[in-house]
């Protein structure tokens, strides 16, 4: 079984990769290339909209945090720029629904596999 489920993985690697880069991201405005006025949110939770579309902010620690969109820095275009107070706040990008994704029970199952599997060398 263990076998198999690292053919299908390879499978499915070789396929990610195959098919380039552009079909593999899913993020909208990825490069930042559009962006609009400066934001600022303080506190908690989602903060809303950031400089650039599609790209929200969100605070998991009380803090001030900034963007801001810059057309140009360091010789390269669609920059954004974040600044903020407190820890692992930032930039964040949902592509569905909010808590719609899988069962908490299959994440904690996948997880747990994975780190058997990677503790024994498998």
């Known amino acids: 079984m263990k076998k198999a489920h690292r053919i299908v993985l390879g499978i499915l690697a070789v396929a990610a990769l195959a098919a380039g880069p552009a079909a593999a991201n899913v993020l909208s405005n990825p490069d930042f290339a559009a962006g609009g006025g400066v934001t600022s949110f303080s506190g908690t939770g989602g903060g809303g909209n950031s400089a650039s579309p599609s790209w929200t902010v969100f605070n998991n620690t009380a803090g001030l945090t900034k963007t801001e969109h810059l057309a140009s820095f360091a010789g390269r275009s669609g ?16 592509w569905a629904q909010i808590n719609s994704g899988p069962c908490p029970e299959i994440n904690s199952r996948l997880k747990n596999n994975i780190f058997k599997n990677n503790e024994r060398g498998n």
Request: proline content about 0%; overall charge neutral.
């Open 79 to 94: 920059v954004i720029h974040v600044t903020t107070a407190g820890g692992s706040n930032g930039l964040v990008q949902v």
